[in-house]
């Protein structure tokens, strides 16, 4: 369990966002040795890693590892990236409090992935 007001960096998560809420959940699934495209999440979500390991990368270079039976708040407004460094896939839940109309994440391609 985890109860928090804050993304694993640290940073504050905003104000709910004003009106009819829209709850959504997606299950991915992230072959070994890929690296997920830059991108930022405009609404709060969090999740859990059913399988596997998940390095999460911040713009700025921060790092967090998600291990399996793990839970994490992702950040808000934040350009980050994920990459599976394990042998296995990563099977992760994530949980998204939006609105309809709103998009989950927004990908950087302009960005380059090392």
Known sequence: ???????????????YLQ????LVAVKYEIPAGQ??????????NHG?????????????GKEKVVHEGEVVVEMV?????????GSKPVILYMFYLTQEGVPL???HPEIPID
Request: hydrophobic letters at 35%.
């Open 105 to 107: 994440s927004v990908q």
């Open 19 to 22: 009106g009819r809420p829209e």
């Open 77 to 85: 407004d934040t350009i980050h990236h994920g990459e599976n460094r």
């Open 48 to 60: 859990i890693l059913v399988q596997g390991e998940l390095t999460i990368v911040s713009i700025d």
């Open 35 to 44: 690296k997920l495209g830059w991108h930022h999440h405009p609404v709060m």
């Open 1 to 15: 369990m985890i109860r928090t007001s804050q993304s694993w960096d640290g940073a504050e998560l905003p104000d």
